[in-house]
């Protein structure tokens, strides 16, 4: 990442969708809650709410932002833990990968089930 | 022949010795470790919905239990700390919050570990606290 | 005027009289060239007051064992060559007074994250070399001789803007304490970084976006998270962290 984008620009993106993130997250807790929680953990009602557009787009949006923001914090970890040109360009596109593999497979789960095909 | 002193992973680690920035230093990595490992496993765990009504109820069952709800009594903790904190530090690395440089007098206080950045980083430890009893309350609707 | 008090002859008795207060002082020991493991050597040293732990540890290197291997010149924390570890945190040796450290017991070893030469005495080559990355002079087209007005002014606000920070006197503590140093010695470190910001946060130098480009990198100015280690162990109030903060906001956009 960091041989394609400025650290600060990748920065400015781990800020933003920290904050971002935060107030979906909220939404997405608050909706649990309102609706009790053990009834929120139904097989019906969790179907319920994928299949409603907009809390859809709610979760989607924060797969993409968490999972930037969680692997981008684990490569700087990870980068400042050992050094090497070899190991730090694994980490940095190791962590892409895995963030791609895990938005990829969070939204194969919202897409099937916002559509209904459970 | 001269050998290195890196203290390494130990010496980063270590929450001691430095005051309440550094605590929140290791809190704010490990929460964030922390909400990671949490959000890969979500992820995974909501993924059974595909398999089905059985397959969502069994995946319940491993973790409704009270080992699952004191872990994710956890991870509320650490969402709150880390969330808190994490706006101390984006307001502070912007730059705000310190006052202006100035020519420092003995006996040399910084100001950078000023009362607003520790009062922030308690305030944030104890939101987290509350929003983990509050979570564990909802869990159990008491 | 100085105001003159008589002093009774108890008082001076009191004040001259040397004191029985004694520690265990606790030297680490390593040739890197020679020996396999670090070994302490315990001696017990009396003390004042006002004894400094460089005093001790010259006394022990003076009448106990000569070999003891210590860096030090001015003895008043202007050289910045006595950093060491004390009682588990990086200090000067010759700014901390023993009788501060409130322990019968003090174990001084060479400062972390940094290459070990022999016994207490660390290599700085590294720091120095960062130091230099970052052009730690003021840039500009013209000179103080070129130019026409001669020398180029500025008033006491331009001057409060970077003075603190150019206080470093490069002792290498903030390095020491800092966590991210402590598995990264790629990161340019609090001392480099608050020098950065002391030059360009001074109006007559015209090197911002040079030194910017230089710590915006992997291994630059976001390797800080802002532990303020770095800042509580400064002896000279510089508070690297908040330089490091403040020449941040260049980057994020908030400063111009």
Not at chain 1, 49 to 68: G, Q, R, T
Not at chain 2, 3 to 22: F, T, V, W
Request: with cysteine.
């Amino acid at each position: 990442m960091s041989s394609i984008m400025r650290e600060s620009h990748i920065m400015k993106i781990h800020y933003l969708t920290a904050l971002v993130a935060v107030g979906f997250v909220i939404i997405h807790i608050m909706v649990r809650v309102m609706q009790g929680f053990s009834d929120s953990l139904l097989f019906d009602n969790v179907i319920a709410n994928y299949k409603s557009i907009p809390y859809a787009i709610v979760l989607e949006a924060m797969l993409i932002l968490i999972s930037v923001h969680g692997f981008n914090g684990l490569r700087i970890i990870l980068l400042e833990i050992k050094q090497g040109r070899v190991y730090e360009n694994a980490v940095t596109y190791g962590c892409l990968a895995a963030m791609i593999i895990l938005i990829a497979y969070g939204s194969r789960t919202i897409i099937m089930a916002s559509m209904g095909m459970v | 022949m001269e050998k290195d002193r890196k203290e390494g992973i130990k010496g980063m680690a270590n929450p001691g010795r430095y005051g309440i920035e550094r605590v929140a230093y290791w809190l704010m990595r490990i929460t964030g470790l922390g909400l990671l490992v949490y959000f890969i496993g979500h992820i995974y765990e909501t993924s059974s919905l595909l398999d089905g009504k059985a397959a969502w109820n069994s995946m319940l069952e491993l973790t409704q239990t009270t080992e699952g709800h004191i872990f994710l009594a956890l991870v509320i903790g650490m969402c709150v700390f880390h969330t808190g904190n994490g706006i101390r530090l984006m307001i502070a690395e912007a730059g705000f919050g310190f006052g202006k440089a100035r020519r420092p007098d003995y006996p040399y206080t910084p100001s950078s570990l000023n009362m607003k950045n520790k009062l922030c980083i308690y305030v944030s430890i104890g939101l987290a606290a509350l929003a983990m009893m509050y979570g564990l309350g909802v869990m159990y609707d008491v | 005027m100085a105001a003159i008090f008589p002093v009774s002859s108890q008082e001076k008795h009191e004040k001259t009289k040397p004191s029985t207060k004694s520690i265990t002082l606790r030297i680490s020991k390593f040739n890197p060239g020679k020996d396999h493991a670090t070994t302490f050597l315990e001696f017990p040293v009396s003390y004042e007051k006002w004894t400094t732990v460089l005093d001790a540890i010259l006394e022990v290197k003076n009448y106990h064992d000569h070999s003891i291997g210590v860096r030090y010149s001015c003895r008043q924390a202007m050289c910045g060559s006595c950093g060491m570890i004390i009682n588990g945190k990086p200090k000067l040796a010759c700014f901390t007074k023993i009788s501060e450290l409130d322990s019968d017991v003090v174990t001084v070893e060479p400062m972390n994250n940094f290459p070990l030469i022999r016994d207490l005495v660390v290599g700085f080559e590294r720091m120095f070399s960062t130091h230099k990355r970052i052009k730690p002079y003021i840039i500009r087209e013209d000179s103080e001789i070129s130019s026409g007005a001669k020398e180029f002014l500025q008033t006491p606000e331009d001057v409060e803007k970077y003075i603190q920070f150019s206080g470093c006197i490069k002792c290498g503590l903030c390095n020491s304490a800092c966590p991210t140093m402590a598995v990264d010695s790629t990161f340019i470190g609090p001392q480099g970084l608050a020098q950065a910001y002391r030059y360009i946060a001074d109006n007559r130098d015209q090197g911002k976006d040079e030194r910017l480009r230089i710590i915006d990198e992997r291994h630059g100015i976001w390797g800080c998270h802002f532990a303020g280690s770095c800042s509580q162990v400064c002896p000279k109030g510089v508070d690297p962290a908040m330089g490091i903060q403040l020449l941040r906001g260049y980057l994020l956009g908030y400063r111009k």
